[in-house]
């Protein structure tokens, strides 16, 4: 019975020496085939990968990932895109990439985004469009209500960021878990989690096909590196609270903000809850405009919600809301001789 027990343990011992030793090689694979492409800078003592592209003194743009990635994977897209006439600034959202994090609260909304603007700060002057898909939309909204000042629109892909019904994901509870979610990252995760990456980002992308060389463009592999996936989990783990948190903030915005989505359910209940007396689908914000919106003129912008002073009918209690949807629609498609026309109609 000893010599069973002793075997098994020698080989749970000797299993748990393999994995280690795969964890470190993967890593140390990883880092040789993802190797920094930027530079660091330090905000307040946590140090951020940063990379830059563009002529200096252009209009601004900060990119902002998602959960389980890194600057990559919204540099490839964009940058080469918009660098020609735009400032692009990426970074490694914290305990991501080649980022590190803050060994207290790096989890909490306020400090990413006290991260995001440290990144704006040294990175130049003046405001910044910020580009954020999936969680980094719930950072992107946080630096708009606590730096605002750095901020001149939001333009949210796919954004998570309100509250939410269900359990964060099996992975990201297990992984926060004290010593077995540590060594769940350690040693399960760089084993697992490649030969199972190329299914679970086809299920992100369905229906539509993955791009091509999608994997190695976006540094998928970096994800499965234990401190960023651990880092990740705390992040995704404590998304609903803190989303819950800066939602009822979130009527304080005068940030031009664009949603890009695919989902019109998502995109119909977006409009329909927002409190916000213009939100648009799919256009441009500068269509808010009186004129526009066929009031003839524009006389005045009020931020009330009753406009009405003395005695009044039901028209003098009830406020307008506004709702364009587009189809990739801008202002400068109806300016000019040869511009399109505006045509007005009652909907209902």
Known sequence: MIL????IA????????????????YVARTDARFPPTGRFIDADGVRLHVREAGPDGAPRMLLIHGASSNLLELWGPLAEEFSPLHRVIAYDRPGMGHSERAKRDGHTMASQAKCAARVLEQTGDGLAIIVAHSLGAGVALRLALD????????????PACNPYPWKPAWWARLS??????DLFCSLIIPWLGPPLSPSSVANNFWPAPVPVNYLEEAGVPMVFKPR?????????????VEFGA??????????????????????????????SANVFWNCSTRFS????????????????????????????????????YGKGQVVSDYTGAEGRKFTHKKLR
């Open 147 to 158: 730096h605002p000042h750095l901020v001149s629109g939001l333009v949210l892909i796919a």
């Open 228 to 240: 960023g996936f651990r880092a990740s989990a705390f992040d995704v783990v404590a998304s609903n």
């Open 289 to 324: 405009d009186g004129y526009r919106y066929g009031l003839g003129a524009e006389v005045g912008i009020s931020t009330n919600k009753i406009h009405a002073r003395g005695p009044v009918g039901l028209e003098g209690l009830v406020i307008y809301k506004w709702k364009l």
């Open 246 to 275: 800066q939602q009822p903030r979130y009527a304080e915005l005068f940030t031009p903000t664009i949603i890009v989505t695919a989902d019109k359910d998502k995109a119909e209940r977006f409009m329909a809850l927002v409190d």
């Open 10 to 25: 020698a080989a749970i011992v000797a299993g748990a020496y393999a994995l280690a030793e795969n964890a470190r090689a």
């Open 4 to 7: 069973w027990l002793l075997a």
């Open 176 to 181: 926060t878990r004290p010593i077995i979610g």
